[in-house]
């Protein structure tokens, strides 16, 4: 079977989801498939080697090009050598470093435009991707990886007559930091042309039932695919750092709950006398969450602990992993709605127990996995007194870091991720209503 992925990139920093479909992609190819991903609007960042992606494969509706189409018609009939001077993977990854190309504040209008996806205005670029297919050769199904791609399913359907999978990975919180001229119409819209897939995909119950409350979909309408990791290079463990470490590894923006994890690290050197724990910070962090992670690090200096905090922006894998083996416990504390939380598979899958709020999908993996404590936060010092209550019993640390590393083997490796797609897209290829 042949699957091909149509994935946007960020340019700058690494990503949850392309990772995922990354991983995805590799784990399909090693089953005896054909996959492959061609990226879109920006180049990816992977943090490990893609056998899905080709060396020679250009960038769709690369983001310099589809901006000054959107603002200036003349662009829309530029030669074929401009376009590829402008898709340069160089020029988009610095151009995406120096301003908000993935922001939703700064996208409403180009946001409507990709789930509309009018013929005229984008025909030079749809006609590349048409083009590209039609030469590497027509997949027997599409997957869109965001939702926010879903103007492309009716596009892909008439043009080849294939089945399209739409997959939801975090889009609510994108959609609602629109301006309020886009927000609503692109809720509308979106959930319109979700209505050309075959298949809606959401990698955890709880995030399906947000995404049907908020398209008004009827219940079930969305199915569930659980995320898996690589476990390459990850090991068991039974030594813990003989000083505690507190770790947290996304992206360095408040909505992750950084702001709340400082503060919790505060409360719990300050109030609760681990005045030995550190804490360690990692992930993605963009131009535009310098302010913030500014902000922090003149809070801990203020209180005297910048010394016990470490930051440690876009990591790749292996740094990624030792960093995880050097935690004792694990907290990503988001204050929003999250599809999946890929970053505790990986805090698991190292045999670091995790804290998370009570909320999202992670109760789903925690009590799946028994990798970890899902407590209610209300403010820093109910985050920081979880942490104190597991730290004060260390065997209970081992436990469940032990558990957790069996649970994701279990569960979430990408041979579970991958066995459980092929058998939705299967059975979408043989279908006769496809």
């Known amino acids: 079977m042949k699957i091909t992925f149509l994935t946007p990139g960020t ?4 990503c949850g989801a392309c990772m995922r479909d990354n991983a995805l992609a590799n784990a399909l190819i090693q089953a005896g498939h054909e996959a492959e991903l061609l990226p879109m ?3 990816l960042m992977l943090d490990e080697e893609s056998e899905g992606l080709a060396d020679d494969v250009p960038i769709f509706f690369g983001g310099i090009n589809i901006f000054l189409q959107q603002k200036f018609s003349l662009f829309r009939h530029t030669p074929e050598w401009m376009d590829r001077l402008l898709n340069k993977p160089n020029l988009l990854r610095s151009a995406a470093k120096r301003s908000h190309m993935t922001s939703a504040r700064e996208h409403g209008a180009m946001t409507f435009e990709m789930l509309e996806l009018d013929s005229d205005r984008f025909r030079k ?3 590349k991707l048409y083009s590209w297919i039609n030469d590497s050769g027509v997949p027997d199904v599409f997957i869109l990886s965001t939702s926010l791609m879903a103007g492309f399913a009716q596009k892909i359907k008439s043009q080849w007559g294939v089945p399209v999978v739409c997959c939801f990975q975090g889009e609510d919180a994108f959609l609602d930091s629109l301006p309020d001229e886009y927000r609503e119409r692109c809720w509308n819209l979106m959930a319109k042309r979700c209505e050309d897939a075959d298949v809606l995909l959401a990698p955890s119950r709880s995030y399906a039932n947000v995404m049907e409350d908020r398209l008004k979909l009827s219940s079930g309408t969305i199915s569930v695919q659980p995320n898996g ?8 463990r039974s030594d813990f750092p003989d000083t505690p470490v507190i770790g947290y590894l996304a992206r360095m923006c408040e909505i992750k709950g950084l702001l709340l994890l400082v503060d919790a690290f505060i409360y719990l050197r300050k109030s609760l006398g681990q005045e030995n724990c550190k804490l360690r910070i990692a992930g993605a962090m963009t131009a535009g ?4 992670v500014d902000s922090l690090k003149a809070k801990l200096e203020t209180e005297n602990l910048s010394s016990d905090v470490e930051w440690l922006p876009n990591l790749p894998r292996d740094e990624k992993i030792a960093f995880l083996q050097s935690l004792s416990l694990f907290s990503v504390p988001v204050v929003y709605e999250e599809a999946f939380g890929l970053y505790i598979l990986e805090a698991m899958a190292a045999s670091v127990p995790v804290v998370q709020p009570h909320t999202s999908s992670f109760p789903e993996i925690t009590e799946k996995t028994g990798g970890g404590l899902c407590v209610e936060i209300n403010d ?8 104190h209550g597991l730290l ?3 065997d209970k640390i081992r436990r469940m870091g032990e558990q957790g590393r069996l649970g994701v083997e279990k569960f979430y490796s990408l041979q579970a991720m991958s066995s459980q797609f092929i058998n939705v897209v299967d059975s979408l290829v043989r279908s006769p209503a496809s």
């Not at 340019?11 to 690494?14: A, D, L, T």
């Not at 990791?229 to 068991?236: A, Q």
């Not at 969450?289 to 913030?292: E, K």
């Open 41 to 43: 609007y920006l180049p």
């Open 380 to 387: 820093a010092t109910s985050l920081a007194k979880a942490w």
């Open 289 to 292: 969450d310098v302010a913030l």
């Open 125 to 127: 670029e749809l006609n």
């Open 392 to 394: 004060e019993d260390p």
């Open 229 to 236: 990791i690589n476990l390459e290079g990850y090991s068991h």
């Open 11 to 14: 340019g700058s920093y690494y």
